[in-house]
């Protein structure tokens, strides 16, 4: 790399203009990314457009149509299925992750002892294997009261009399899908307000509390508005994965039964490798990004504010 | 050259005399040279002894000439997926097992060898497949693929069952239902029918075989498309959408995977269910490795108990879809040779018989002198029989038209099981879902021609 | 005071047995047989207990094939994005040069690009390379969520600390690479074990990818394998169970040791910012 006399000349340089001329340093220490970047995400996302101006179906070479693709998306009532299913999936995870990691946050702010340990145990979903937490779920939901956690115990405590079916029906399916994406999600919730909660400094509750405030009021306008930078990275981070996630739904219900689950990355897959139409199948992903750009665009706005400082 | 030596070779067996070829106990394979080394892929289904003994007889043959095999397997659930996928990658196998719709659709992306001198020679030395299977493998009148064996579904029941009920076995499917309302027994857990319309064999085999059955089929006999927005198409419908407005199904059924019905029909949980012959293997299995006396009665009283009856008949015929596996050799071989001589070797009535005592009944040969040899292994119970009867009642995918890309297609698209799907799930009206599924059909046989 | 602590234990034991039972739940039934499950046998408590499950898993599936796969992947995922998160954190976070702005943001922007919409085309691409089939397609394919994140949360990492002892470094004669080295990794110490950690986890959870890129199932990693057990004929919950306790315990072992520097890890990227 450098030789000694560089480095002389380098340091010379530094003290009269500190940290200037690094280009050069940083083209080298920058390059494996910028390989990777445009290898493997750029010109992939390049070839993933022309694709969806095309009809490529797989063993067949491929014809430009235009916008047949998006024409028929757009008219297409199955796609307007998964468009709905993903938002209703995506915002209500969202919601009940934000509630139950705020609930999480303040349990583990009000512990002492062994925060710690609380804190690790309910990190766990969120180190296991998505597919694990997918397939855990689908039985705890299963119909036969072997598998089915929920219908073993309802029915040993008398409150069924029949074992139900939670995830035969489109609401009950979506629901347990939801749930699934909760239960995996809301710690990384809670770990993050708890963070965030103990960057708020004390003298602001002190404050509240001498001008009367209980603690409901303290909760109201001290923590929530001291959490407000974390609560909109997270919703927004979070919200950019789900409305993408392929795991849990595919591994629940492969976007079943019919086309209740159906999102857009196992649409996606569905339509690319079973029906084997590329070129719709990218389209439908395709779909999904103007949400995605106004998401990213709102979480850079937010998170690089600090780090231009 | 090739082609030379082959048309030599069958001149020359057919100078000797066609007894000449009876004596001989498998096929004289042509001359490869040494070292060669290729590509199988074969189907894993859900019997391992079968898919050891397949690779097995491949290993033979490797050893007998010095070659070599590297068997590659595909499952039910991804055997088109993985053959597309390695056709667009272009490293598609040596040899592969084609499902039904397979050869149709692979000649028509122009990736299979024309075999049909070596089929002619195959024929001679092994004998012809039924004339209901030939669609399969041939196409314009050229052969594409040598058929080996069929692996249909049939009707199960439990016998104690109707016997309780004092109901008759049913033969058609209008029977079938009214058998599942009079064994149902939702209180107890246990249905009279367990029948998912999902995206594997037991469901799109069922739909075809309901449909054909009852005279429905979206291509004509020459393989072009045919609308079936028509009185007996309505009656399919009803059928599939009946058994689960009617309460005579676990309520999950729709959802359920392609092992599910298996496990619900061996736990006692329904009466009937379609499947291929792996639900026989699997009780057997069980008492194979039954341990305790208890265990052991439990499991030959369900032996004995479960019937494996032909797959139920409509108003127009009984027709039932099953896999029709054959061999073809891909353009990309290296060796057409060996792969041919290769082929010739799994075909053989020895290999065959081989294989078949491992298999559990579970595929039915096609070829003449290779059913002849399995005769007294099939006669081993009432459903061996039955498994051994398979090939009557096969129809291929398309029918009455033979076999396309376009009928394949339709096939994988799974817009025959999602059809009854929306009805039940959606709550479409019958009509709203065949003009669906008819306009997907139309838009498949527009794209693909045919 | 009193009331608020019966809630705060309340709460906690709330959320404790909502993380902890669905985990028991397929604990449990990873000791029962196939009868027990399938016949609603000794539901809570498998009873007898048997282990035949985890051995069976070993002995006669294609799980340690899977799992050696999946170690493998993570291992190499894991070196690869450390390495080039470190060094592309480091020239972010501490060199100055045009674009640096611009640099940090696509990197934040690299992160969110959902593999949802790359899968196909990047299909594509590997299979040209003919990496498809093969581990190699998760090498190459891996790094393009890990990176992101890593060097994310390096970024962060490096910022947070004090420039002073680099510089000194530097006054002595150092390169900056020396420096880098010398001085910065070994502070960084915590953020680079997370990262490795946060690559190492992702990496080895990571289902779409290893389902689409690699068709044979002997050459396949452990969620996928799972995956297919699940969808064959007659199968085995039980081995199903035991595969998912197996998979999930070297995970959740490495997490004991290092869970506190994952957590400022995460803490240090969501609320630094």
Same mark, same amino acid.
């Given at each position: 790399m450098?030789?000694?006399?560089d480095a002389?000349?380098?340091i010379?340089?530094?003290r009269?203009?500190p940290?200037r001329g ?5 083209i080298?220490l920058?390059?494996p990314?910028l390989? @990777?970047?445009v290898?493997?995400i ?10 969806s101006f095309?009809?490529? @179906? =797989?063993?067949y070479?491929e014809?430009f149509?235009g916008l047949r693709n ?6 297409d009532d !199955?796609f307007h299925?998964?468009?709905?299913? +993903?938002l209703?999936?995506?915002?209500s995870?969202?919601a009940l992750?934000i509630v139950?990691?705020? !609930?999480m946050a303040?349990?583990l ?8 340990f609380?804190?690790g ?12 937490i997918a397939?855990t779920w689908?039985?705890m939901?299963? +119909? /036969?009261p ?7 115990? @309802?029915?040993?405590l008398?409150?069924l009399?029949?074992?139900v079916?939670?995830?035969a029906t489109p609401?009950?399916?979506?629901l347990a ?10 710690? /990384?919730f809670g770990?993050?307000y708890?963070?965030?909660?103990? +960057?708020?400094?004390g003298e602001?509750?002190?404050? !509240?509390s001498?001008?009367? !405030?209980?603690s409901?009021?303290?909760f109201w306008? =001290?923590t ?5 930078h974390i ?7 979070t919200?950019?994965?789900t409305?993408?996630? /392929? ?5 629940m219900t ?9 999102? /857009?990355a196992?649409?996606?897959?569905? =339509?690319?490798?079973?029906q084997?139409r590329?070129g719709?199948?990218?389209t439908i992903?395709?779909?999904?990004v103007p949400?995605?750009?106004a998401?990213i665009?709102?979480v850079s706005?937010?998170l690089?504010r600090?780090?231009?400082? | 050259m ?6 030599r070779r069958?001149l020359?067996t057919?100078?000797v005399?066609a007894?000449?070829a009876?004596?001989l106990?498998?096929?004289?394979a ?5 070292g ?5 892929w074969?189907l894993?289904?859900?019997?391992e002894?079968?898919?050891?003994a397949?690779e097995a007889?491949?290993q ?9 095999v ?7 659930e991804d055997m088109?997926t993985?053959y597309?996928?390695?056709i ?5 196998p040596?040899?592969g097992?084609?499902e039904?719709g397979?050869p149709?659709r692979?000649a028509? $992306?122009g ?7 070596f089929?002619?020679?195959?024929e001679g030395d092994i004998g012809k497949a ?8 041939v196409?314009g ?6 058929p080996w064996?069929i692996m249909?579904a049939?009707w199960y029941?439990?016998?104690d069952?109707?016997e309780k009920?004092k109901?008759k076995?049913p033969s058609?499917f ?8 009079a064994?149902n027994r939702p209180?107890?857990?246990f ?10 064999? %037991?469901?799109y ?5 309901l449909m054909?059955?009852y005279g429905v089929g979206w291509?004509?006999k020459d393989?072009?498309?045919?609308s079936?927005k028509n009185?007996k198409m309505?009656? &399919?419908m009803k059928?599939a959408?009946d ?10 059924t729709?959802s359920?995977?392609g092992s599910q019905n298996?496990?619900?029909f061996?736990?006692?949980?329904i009466?009937?269910t379609?499947n291929?012959p ?5 009780l057997e299995?069980?008492l194979a490795?039954a341990?305790?006396?208890k265990?052991?009665? $439990?499991r030959?009283d369900?032996?004995a108990n479960?019937?494996?009856l032909?797959?139920p008949? *409509?108003? %127009? *015929?009984?027709r039932c879809? *099953? ?7 891909f ?5 057409p040779?060996a792969a $041919?001589s290769?082929i010739?070797h799994?075909?053989s009535?020895e290999?065959t018989?081989? &294989? $078949?005592n491992?298999?559990h009944?579970?595929?039915s040969?096609?070829l003449d002198k ?10 081993k119970n009432e459903?061996y029989r039955?498994f051994?009867?398979?090939a009557?009642?096969f129809v291929a995918?398309?029918w009455p038209g033979p076999v396309?890309?376009a ?8 817009v025959?099981t ?6 039940i &799930?959606d709550?479409?009206? &019958?009509?709203q879902a065949?003009?669906?599924a008819?306009?997907k ?6 794209t693909l021609?045919? | 005071?009193k009331?608020w602590?019966?809630a705060t ?11 902890l ?5 397929i ?7 196939y009868?027990q499950i ?8 498998p009873r007898p207990?048997?282990?035949?499950n985890y051995t ?7 799980f340690p094939?899977w799992f050696?796969?999946?170690?493998v992947?993570a ?6 994005t450390?390495v080039?998160?470190c060094l ?5 976070a501490?060199l100055?040069?045009?674009g640096?702005?611009a640099?940090?943001?696509l990197?934040?922007v ?6 949802a919409?790359l899968?196909?085309p ?13 581990l190699m397609?998760?090498f190459?394919?891996?790094?393009t969520?890990?990176v992101?994140f890593?060097t994310w ?6 910022k947070?600390?004090?420039t002073e002892l680099?510089e000194a470094a530097?006054?002595d004669?150092?390169t900056?690479?020396q ?5 910065l990794?070994?502070l960084a110490a915590p ?7 946060f690559?190492f986890?992702l ?7 290893a389902l689409i ?9 452990v969620?996928?394998?799972?995956n297919l057990?699940?969808?064959g004929?007659?199968f ?10 197996i998979?999930?315990v070297?995970v959740?072992?490495l ?8 957590v400022e890890g ?6 630094k910012?």
């Amino acid at each position: 790399m450098l030789s000694r006399a560089d480095a002389g000349g380098r340091i010379e340089a530094s003290r009269r203009h500190p940290r200037r001329g690094d280009t050069g340093t940083a083209i080298l220490l920058l390059l494996p990314l910028l390989v @990777l970047v445009v290898g493997l995400i750029v010109y992939p996302i390049y070839r993933a457009v022309w694709l969806s101006f095309t009809d490529k @179906l =797989v063993g067949y070479p491929e014809r430009f149509v235009g916008l047949r693709n998006y024409i028929y998306l757009a008219n297409d009532d !199955a796609f307007h299925t998964v468009v709905r299913n +993903s938002l209703v999936f995506t915002v209500s995870s969202v919601a009940l992750k934000i509630v139950t990691g705020l !609930a999480m946050a303040l349990v583990l702010h009000a512990t002492w002892r062994w925060r710690n340990f609380f804190r690790g145990l309910m990190l766990l979903p969120w180190i296991t294997s998505t597919v694990i937490i997918a397939l855990t779920w689908r039985w705890m939901f299963d +119909s /036969f009261p072997g598998r089915g956690f929920f219908n073993s115990v @309802l029915l040993d405590l008398g409150l069924l009399s029949r074992p139900v079916a939670f995830m035969a029906t489109p609401e009950g399916a979506m629901l347990a899908v939801v749930i699934a994406n909760w239960w995996r999600g809301f710690p /990384f919730f809670g770990v993050s307000y708890l963070a965030g909660m103990q +960057s708020i400094p004390g003298e602001l509750y002190e404050a !509240a509390s001498v001008d009367g !405030a209980g603690s409901w009021r303290r909760f109201w306008h =001290v923590t929530l508005p001291g959490l407000k930078h974390i609560i909109i990275v997270t919703t927004l981070l979070t919200f950019i994965f789900t409305i993408n996630d /392929f795991n849990i739904i595919y591994v629940m219900t492969r976007g079943g039964p019919g086309t209740a689950t159906q999102v /857009f990355a196992t649409y996606s897959y569905e =339509v690319a490798f079973n029906q084997l139409r590329w070129g719709r199948g990218v389209t439908i992903s395709i779909f999904a990004v103007p949400l995605l750009i106004a998401g990213i665009a709102l979480v850079s706005r937010y998170l690089l504010r600090e780090r231009t400082a | 050259m090739r082609d030379r030596r082959l048309s030599r070779r069958s001149l020359l067996t057919g100078a000797v005399g066609a007894s000449a070829a009876l004596a001989l106990p498998r096929v004289a394979a042509p001359q490869i040279k040494k070292g060669a080394n290729l590509r199988l892929w074969i189907l894993k289904t859900y019997v391992e002894p079968t898919n050891k003994a397949v690779e097995a007889a491949a290993q033979r043959w490797a050893q007998k000439h010095g070659a070599q095999v590297t068997v590659e397997y595909f499952t039910f659930e991804d055997m088109q997926t993985k053959y597309v996928a390695a056709i667009e990658n272009k490293n598609t196998p040596d040899v592969g097992q084609l499902e039904t719709g397979a050869p149709a659709r692979f000649a028509g $992306m122009g990736q299979l060898l024309d075999l049909t001198t070596f089929a002619r020679q195959v024929e001679g030395d092994i004998g012809k497949a039924p004339a209901n299977v030939a669609p399969v493998t041939v196409l314009g009148g050229k052969t594409y693929a040598l058929p080996w064996y069929i692996m249909p579904a049939f009707w199960y029941v439990w016998r104690d069952e109707f016997e309780k009920k004092k109901v008759k076995l049913p033969s058609t499917f209008e029977d079938a239902k009214a058998a599942a309302t009079a064994l149902n027994r939702p209180n107890d857990n246990f249905y009279g029918l367990g029948q998912s319309w999902n995206r594997t064999a %037991d469901g799109y085999g069922v739909m075809q075989g309901l449909m054909y059955s009852y005279g429905v089929g979206w291509a004509n006999k020459d393989g072009k498309y045919q609308s079936i927005k028509n009185a007996k198409m309505q009656q &399919v419908m009803k059928w599939a959408t009946d058994i689960y407005k009617e309460g005579i199904q676990p309520a999950d059924t729709l959802s359920w995977t392609g092992s599910q019905n298996n496990e619900a029909f061996i736990a006692k949980k329904i009466a009937q269910t379609s499947n291929g012959p792996s639900i026989t293997f699997a009780l057997e299995n069980a008492l194979a490795k039954a341990t305790d006396a208890k265990d052991k009665k $439990m499991r030959e009283d369900a032996v004995a108990n479960h019937v494996a009856l032909p797959h139920p008949a *409509g108003p %127009d *015929g009984r027709r039932c879809w *099953g896999l029709a596996l054959s061999f073809g050799v891909f353009k990309t071989a290296k060796d057409p040779e060996a792969a $041919m001589s290769l082929i010739a070797h799994l075909l053989s009535p020895e290999e065959t018989v081989r &294989v $078949m005592n491992d298999s559990h009944g579970q595929f039915s040969p096609v070829l003449d002198k290779a059913r002849a040899a399995t005769r007294d292994y099939f006669g081993k119970n009432e459903n061996y029989r039955n498994f051994g009867r398979a090939a009557e009642w096969f129809v291929a995918t398309g029918w009455p038209g033979p076999v396309t890309a376009a009928a394949a297609e339709v096939q994988a698209s799974n817009v025959l099981t999602d059809a009854p799907a929306k009805v039940i &799930v959606d709550k479409w009206s &019958v009509d709203q879902a065949i003009d669906w599924a008819d306009k997907k059909i139309k838009e498949i046989y527009d794209t693909l021609g045919a | 005071m009193k009331p608020w602590k019966i809630a705060t234990v309340l709460g906690l034991v709330v959320f404790a047995l909502i993380v902890l039972v669905p985990f028991w739940w397929i604990a449990t039934m990873s000791f029962k047989t196939y009868e027990q499950i399938q016949f609603a046998q000794s539901i809570y408590v498998p009873r007898p207990f048997t282990w035949e499950n985890y051995t069976g898993l070993w002995l006669e599936t294609r799980f340690p094939i899977w799992f050696r796969n999946s170690v493998v992947t993570a291992m190499v995922v894991t070196i690869i994005t450390t390495v080039i998160a470190c060094l592309s954190g480091y020239a972010v976070a501490r060199l100055r040069f045009p674009g640096r702005e611009a640099i940090a943001t696509l990197i934040l922007v690299l992160y969110l690009v959902p593999p949802a919409l790359l899968f196909i085309p990047l299909y594509r691409v590997l299979a040209e390379l003919g990496a498809t089939n093969s581990l190699m397609a998760l090498f190459l394919s891996y790094p393009t969520f890990t990176v992101p994140f890593c060097t994310w949360l390096l970024i962060g990492f490096f910022k947070a600390l004090p420039t002073e002892l680099e510089e000194a470094a530097l006054v002595d004669g150092a390169t900056r690479p020396q420096a880098l080295v010398r001085v910065l990794l070994p502070l960084a110490a915590p953020g680079i074990v997370a990262s490795a950690i946060f690559a190492f986890t992702l990496s080895w959870n990571e289902f779409l990818y290893a389902l689409i890129f690699i068709t044979d199932e002997t050459a396949t990693t452990v969620p996928v394998g799972l995956n297919l057990l699940i969808y064959g004929d007659v199968f085995h919950w039980g081995q199903l169970m035991a595969a998912s306790v197996i998979t999930t315990v070297p995970v959740v072992a490495l997490y004991m040791f290092i869970h506190r520097w994952m957590v400022e890890g995460l803490a240090a990227g969501a609320v630094k910012g």
